[in-house]
Nanobody, 121 residues
Framework: QVQLVESGGGLVQPGGSLRLSCAAS????????RGWYRQAPGKQREWVAA???????NYADSVRGRFTISRDNAKNTVYLQMNSLKPEDTAVYYC???????????????WGQGTQVTVSS
């Protein structure tokens, strides 16, 4: 069973920084990409950043230049460094992994439980 556990959320003032971590456990046959999504109160979940298995990164326009996604393969962990945080970044942040558990498994999305990020003075 694949499990994703996020950590690192909290309360930060505007302009501050946080680093989110997503530790994965369980084996995957293949991973297409790992990424981060967020959901603010009353809004739909939105994509934030992605890191492909080949190492390519991509970001939503709203966070490009402020957020950085990275990984530590030895720790099977993905990070989201968030700088210059704004009140509109307030949301629950979810870690995502898209991949196959076995060679014949369907391509699925796996999700963590989420971590709250609040940007407020």
């Amino acid at each position: 069973q694949v499990q994703l556990v996020e950590s690192g959320g909290g309360l930060v003032q505007p302009g501050g920084s946080l680093r989110l971590s997503c530790a994965a456990s369980g084996t995957m046959f293949s991973i297409v990409a790992r990424g981060w999504y967020r959901q603010a109160p009353g809004k739909q979940r939105e994509w934030v950043a992605a890191l492909t298995s080949g190492g390519s990164t991509n970001y939503a326009d709203s966070v490009r230049g402020r957020f950085t996604i990275s990984r530590d393969n030895a720790k099977n962990t993905v990070y989201l460094q968030m700088n210059s945080l704004k009140p509109e970044d307030t949301a629950v942040y979810y870690c995502n992994t898209r991949g196959r558990r076995t060679a014949v498994s369907p391509l699925l999305d796996y999700w963590g439980q989420g971590t709250q990020v609040t940007v407020s003075s």
